[in-house]
Structures are given as structure tokens and as C-alpha cells.
């Protein structure tokens, strides 16, 4: 009797334990910067596809809708939860330096996607080279418009690093060529700007030859504004991120001339986070490889840029 009570038990609990499937060992914190643009609710769901398949780990997220103190304000709180690592999206080198530097100091692992921190206080930094990307940008262009032409560069956000690199970078890679930067504009990533900024552009500019703006929502505003003022057909347009649901698309309609992979790193963030979380060491260091995307490519998966 007695044997068959112990048996019946077990067999409970196989059967608790399968209904209830093993509950998740580890807490992982993220905190991405906005969810207004495509190309960060992908990096969400790149993470949190990735992170499915591990059912050892749990990702809560919190989303600071472009504000930097809410983003700072996120990740104290994930500190006091007693998360067990944070992956951080953010907004601005500066205003995030602390916070994350805090978290990392109490002995929390940071893994810092996409956009940089100031100083060394993190575990591990993911993202494709943004300079080189801006380079490969730079000398396409040039190539596009024959080694002469005028240019609006219409930036990401300049206090954040990507912007600071698309920008430094591009213009090394026009160096030598007869391309003239004749408007420039902080569009701060975002679509309503950027169109607003190449409004003034084409108000001062009678003749534009090309677009280059540092994200495919900035080109795409471009392209409305333009479009508006009925000079979408003299003018070209390029961008960077190269979703295949943005700028893929665009680059098929034939509304931008090329558009730049971005990765997210969304899945790589979590591959990390794992090797972190199972006690071995993690690179310091992950750089992201990048592809261009042109009419005559884009049905083969874009080009590669070279390492
Ligand atoms: C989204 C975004 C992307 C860009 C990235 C740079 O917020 O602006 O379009 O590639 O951030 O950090």
C-alpha cells in the first residue's frame, strides 16, 4: 500500500512538472531607449525570439520612450529587483554612464547593445562598426554620383554615438571626391524631423543631388518632403538599417538608391547573456557584420561590406 502511495506521487509531480514547465533560473533586465522606430521593436523581438528557446531565462522589459532619465530611472530599478544581468539599449552616451556604471559596479553583468557609454563599466559591448558603415556609405556615394555632387546629410542624433560615427565616417569616405555637404540637420533619428529639416533644405537648395541620412526613417522623411515640393525625381536618397519590412522595402520600391544593414544584435545579446549567466567569459567586444543593399543586389540578400 505503502508503495503504491509513493508511486502515485511521483507520478503527480511528473505530471505538476510537465503542465508547469521549469520555471526560469535567471532574470535578465532590458531597457531599450524608445519603441518608436521599427528597427527597435525588431531588437526586442530578436531578443525575445532568442531568448524563447531557453526557458532558464526570463527577460523583463522596460521601454523609456526616448527620455533619459526614465531610461536611468529603469535601470535602478532593475538593479533593486535583483535582476541577475541587464542588456541596455541607450538613448545617450552621457546621461546612461552612471547608471549603468553603478549596475555594472554592484557586480551585475552589462551588456551594452547597439549605442555606446562613456568610460569601461560594462561586461560587453554589441554593435556593427557605425564609421565603417558610414565609410562604405561615403565611398558609394561618391561612386553613384560620378565623384561630384551635393549633399544633405540629415544626422542621427549627435550625442549619440552611432549618429557621431555615421557622420565622421561618411565624410571620409567622400574625402578626395568632388561631393559637397551643402545642408546639414540633427534629425535626431526621427521621421517628423528629418522631413521638417529637408523642407528647409529644399526651400534654400535648388539643386540637390543626394540624400544621406543617417537612418532609413530620416531618408524616408526626406523622400516625403521631396516628394511634396515634386522633386522626389531629381535627387537620390539613401539610408541605413536596411529592415527588410523599411528600408529593404524602400530600396524595391525604388524610393531609396541603397540602404546600410544596421543589425540589431537582439540575438546576439542573449547568446551572450547565456554564456555570462553559465559562468564562462564573455568578449569584451562584439562587432557586428554589415551588408549594403542596391536595387541590382537586393534579390540576392544585399552585398557584404568588406571586413
Ligand atoms: C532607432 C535608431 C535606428 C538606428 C539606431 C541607432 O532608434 O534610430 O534607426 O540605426 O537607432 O542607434
Redesign the pocket.
Known amino acids: 500500500m505503502k508503495v503504491h502511495m509513493l508511486s502515485m506521487m511521483v507520478f503527480a509531480l511528473c505530471c505538476i512538472s510537465s503542465v508547469f514547465p521549469q520555471s526560469p533560473n535567471y532574470t535578465i533586465g532590458m531597457s531599450q531607449?524608445?519603441l518608436?522606430?521599427p528597427?527597435?521593436v525588431q531588437m526586442n523581438a530578436d531578443i525575445k525570439n532568442a531568448a524563447q528557446a531557453h526557458p532558464e531565462i526570463r527577460v523583463m522589459f522596460k521601454d523609456a520612450q526616448n527620455d533619459n532619465l526614465r531610461q536611468s530611472a529603469h535601470i535602478d530599478e532593475f538593479v533593486r529587483a535583483g535582476v541577475n544581468l541587464i542588456i541596455v539599449s541607450p538613448k545617450e552616451a552621457a546621461p546612461l554612464t552612471k547608471p549603468i556604471s553603478d549596475a555594472y559596479k554592484k557586480g551585475i553583468p552589462v551588456i551594452v547593445l547597439?549605442?555606446r557609454i562613456l568610460g569601461n563599466d560594462y561586461t560587453c559591448f554589441i554593435g556593427a562598426d557605425n564609421k565603417k558603415i558610414g565609410k562604405a556609405a561615403g565611398k558609394w556615394i561618391a561612386a553613384l554620383l560620378g565623384g561630384k555632387g551635393t549633399i544633405v546629410e540629415l544626422k542621427?542624433l549627435m550625442t549619440?554615438t552611432?549618429g557621431q560615427d555615421r557622420s565622421s565616417g561618411f565624410r571620409e569616405g567622400i574625402k578626395g571626391s568632388r561631393c559637397k555637404i551643402i545642408f546639414e540637420a540633427d534629425m535626431k533619428?526621427l521621421e517628423p524631423n528629418a522631413r521638417k529639416e529637408m523642407e528647409s533644405a529644399l526651400s534654400r537648395f535648388p539643386q540637390i543631388d543626394l540624400v544621406y541620412a543617417?537612418?532609413?526613417?530620416g531618408a524616408h522623411g526626406a523622400y516625403l518632403a521631396a516628394k511634396a515640393a515634386g522633386r522626389e525625381g531629381t535627387m537620390k536618397f539613401v539610408g541605413?538599417?536596411g529592415l527588410p519590412q523599411e528600408g529593404r522595402m524602400y530600396v524595391k520600391q525604388g524610393i531609396l538608391a541603397a540602404s546600410f544593414e544596421?543589425p540589431t544584435g537582439g540575438r546576439e545579446a542573449i547568446e551572450t547573456a547565456l554564456q555570462i549567466l553559465g559562468g564562462k567569459k564573455a568578449a569584451r567586444e562584439i562587432t557586428l557584420p554589415s551588408r549594403v543593399f542596391t536595387k541590382d543586389n537586393i534579390d540576392k540578400g544585399g552585398e557584404a561590406l568588406p571586413q
Open positions: 531607449c524608445n518608436g522606430e528597427w527597435r547597439d549605442r542621427g549619440s552611432p533619428w543617417h537612418n532609413d526613417p541605413i538599417d544596421y
